[in-house]
T-cell receptor
Framework: GNSVTQMEGPVTLSEEAFLTINCTYTATGYPSLFWYVQYPGEGLQLLLKATKADDKGSNKGFEATYRKETTSFHLEKGSVQVSDSAVYFCALGNQAGTALIFGKGTTLSVSS | DAGVIQSPRHEVTEMGQEVTLRCKPISGHDYLFWYRQTMMRGLELLIYFNNNVPIDDSGMPEDRFSAKMPNASFSTLKIQPSEPRDSAVYFC??????????????FGPGTRLTVT
């Protein structure tokens, strides 16, 4: 079945540093791919998504490109802020397209 | 839109008591999901519904857990009897389904359950 693996954290960066959080997947077919963010004490929020190969999802300065050849969907941001400190989850659709399969989450901590 | 609404936001109960968590999905969404999040196990899908019908309950940990969706705007997750190991944050999420927003889920703020 479909599965997703994301890098373990925590990731600790200084403000304005470049961010990469790796995510790779195993899937049958061409599922949609997602990044969700969870701020302390809150529920998960959709950050960005891509629905087919070579699509680039982007939001709030974050980007991720659906790479079919490397089965990856790495999250990047050119210059992180303290307010980006959160847990980031990579996810993909299940085969039926009815539910999401989430990675274990990566904690990002940004200091000023 | 108010988003997914969950109640209560916090629940503290004693072992052996019945606990009922409530969720109101976004109007018009066909799918509703219940998740549990703990430090040890991360985010786990417990059960999900499509058009009020349970589709996959393989994530429900044991018979003490049950979920219902009597109509399109309301769902409950019940634990009876509760145990300390049930302490977690429980999230409800809903999804519009359909090809255009396939898989996209919207999460509620969660219910933090503490069983003493």
């Amino acid at each position: 079945g479909n599965s997703v693996t994301q890098m373990e954290g925590p990731v600790t960066l200084s403000e304005e540093a470049f961010l990469t959080i790796n995510c790779t997947y195993t899937a049958t077919g061409y599922p949609s791919l997602f990044w969700y963010v969870q701020y302390p004490g809150e529920g998960l929020q959709l950050l960005l998504k891509a629905t087919k190969a070579d699509d680039k999802g982007s939001n709030k300065g974050f980007e991720a490109t659906y790479r079919k050849e490397t089965t990856s969907f790495h999250l990047e941001k050119g210059s992180v802020q303290v307010s980006d400190s959160a847990v980031y989850f990579c996810a993909l659709g299940n085969q039926a397209g009815t539910a999401l399969i989430f990675g274990k989450g990566t904690t990002l901590s940004v200091s000023s | 839109d108010a988003g997914v609404i969950q109640s209560p936001r916090h629940e503290v109960t004693e072992m052996g008591q019945e606990v009922t968590l409530r969720c109101k999905p976004i109007s018009g969404h066909d799918y509703l999901f219940w998740y549990r999040q703990t430090m040890m196990r991360g985010l786990e899908l417990l059960i999900y519904f499509n058009n009020n019908v349970p589709i996959d309950d393989s994530g429900m940990p044991e018979d003490r857990f049950s979920a219902k969706m009597p109509n399109a705007s309301f769902s409950t997750l019940k634990i009876q009897p509760s145990e300390p190991r049930d302490s977690a944050v429980y999230f409800c999420a809903s999804s519009p389904g359909g090809r255009g927003a396939r898989n996209e889920q919207y999460f509620g703020p969660g219910t933090r359950l503490t069983v003493t």
